[in-house]
């Protein structure tokens, strides 16, 4: 498993803990979840449906698995952490609906298309193929060729849809 950590987390939660309790924190990551998230983890209700809470004496984590990742988006005293971890969903709520509306145009999920995989809107392209023809070097112009259903804005969004996609930053314990 890997573990994502909200930039909050890495920011704000992890340099306020005490040396001690930063410590039990990191042993837990690395021997509870890491080893099985689901078994050890509580899920939680309300606003953080779907996530789950992991305790460390009067601490929790607060993750979501999500494939082979582990998102934490919060980590502190069990009498706050519920409240600052909302916000941060709600946040990212607000910035997903944000950068949506930017992309809605040229980038469409929808689980009926290509298995929820996201696609140039009107089409059966995914943004993954773009991706990939650009990593792999070729040519704006080739992909346009091969593809004329595109446009220029269309890989441009999906160059956008990646930087938004990654811009959480990722931690790997060892």
């Not at 998102?71 to 997903?96: C, H, M, P, S």
């Not at 080739?142 to 220029?152: E, G, N």
């Amino acid at each position: 498993m890997k573990i994502k950590y909200h930039p909050k987390v890495k920011n704000e939660d992890i340099p306020g803990l005490s040396s001690n309790i930063a410590v039990r924190i990191e042993k837990a990551i690395r021997n509870r979840l890491m080893v099985n998230p689901a078994k050890y983890g509580f899920y939680l209700r309300g606003s953080l449906k779907g996530y789950r809470k992991l305790r460390v004496g009067d601490w929790r984590i607060i993750y979501r698995i999500v494939d082979k990742e582990i998102r934490i988006i919060a980590i502190g005293n069990r009498k706050d952490v519920y409240k600052f971890a909302t916000l941060r969903t709600a946040k990212q709520w607000e910035a997903k609906i944000m950068f949506q509306d930017n992309l809605s145009k040229r980038i469409e999920i929808n689980p009926k298309i290509m298995f929820g995989k996201p696609v140039i809107k009107g089409t059966r392209i995914p943004v993954e193929i773009i991706l990939r023809k650009l990593s792999q070097n070729i040519s704006i112009d080739k992909i346009l060729q091969d593809y004329p259903h595109l446009t220029s804005k269309d890989i441009q969004a999906a160059l956008e849809y990646a930087v938004e996609s990654v811009h959480v930053e990722e931690v790997h314990l060892p």
